[in-house]
């Protein structure tokens, strides 16, 4: 009953944009709660002929995916190196989560400075790059979480094996942590598929804009077609749920393996 009531709070906001969606601005506005007069996927077409909305999906999957890649190889090799001992290993953890608790706006300006000076702005490599940093310190918490619970007698089997160092890596533990590295992944995906901040303020055109960017320009501070936008919206939000449910069958697959089988 529980899960009931917090279902239904999140399905209805999401119910009513669809089917506002279909509705012209006079409906939206006599009749907010009603149904269309007529279901037409009008909205839709003038949407994505309105705005380059195919080329801001791509560049956000593009970059969400670039980022979201590069966090899960550098978590995993920074997660394997922590799991042994060495100088300063604490103050390395440390290190790896501090970014975790900076707020992301005092980032804005230095941020800024330094893709220009590089060369990057208005590029989809300068955008993966900066959330690669932004993100790393959750897909690292993930990972790192996940690793830990690896069992040590399997590594200890691996080494009386002849394995070394980076054998056990490349053989045992990166398949192992692989349900860990996917749920990751999807997180990672989907919260840099969301962001809009830096797409804003590091990009200015089609050719790097994203998806989130492209949905604010179908309100603006004189003309704002409601059901025009909530048209895009739809269409910005779908990618990230097809994702979650591709990658989420994996995720159950992986775990309900067992790591011993």
Do not use: C
């Amino acid at each position: 009953m529980v899960l009931g009531v917090f279902t239904f709070i999140t399905l209805i906001p999401l119910l009513w944009l669809i089917v506002s969606s279909f509705k012209t601005n006079n409906e939206l506005f006599t009749n907010p709660f009603g149904l269309p007069a007529s279901w037409s996927f009008d909205n839709y077409v003038e949407a994505l002929s309105a705005r380059p909305l195919p080329v801001y999906l791509l560049n956000s999957l593009v970059a969400a995916g670039l980022s979201a890649a590069l966090i899960i190889v550098a978590s995993m090799l920074a997660s394997y190196a922590l799991m042994h001992r060495f100088p300063l290993r604490q103050v390395t953890f440390g290190f790896l989560m501090f970014g975790i608790l900076l707020p992301v706006n005092a980032l804005m300006t230095p941020i800024f400075f330094i893709v220009n000076i590089m060369g990057l702005y208005n590029t989809i490599l300068g955008l993966a790059l900066v959330y690669a940093g932004l993100f790393f310190p959750l897909g690292f918490l993930i990972i790192k979480t996940y690793m830990d619970t690896t069992p040590p007698e399997i590594l200890e089997a691996a080494r009386l094996d002849g394995a070394g160092f980076h054998s056990v890596f490349a053989r045992i533990v990166a398949p192992l942590t692989a349900p860990g590295a996917i749920t990751a992944g999807i997180f990672l995906l989907i919260t840099a598929f969301n962001e809009l901040l830096f797409a804003s303020i590091l990009t200015e055109d089609a050719q790097a804009q994203t998806i989130q960017v492209g949905v604010r320009y179908f309100l603006t501070t004189y003309s704002a077609d409601y059901p025009l936008a909530f048209a895009a919206t739809v269409i910005s939000i779908a990618p990230t749920i097809v994702i979650y449910i591709l990658l989420s069958d994996r995720i159950v697959a992986a775990m309900t393996a067992g790591s011993l089988k």
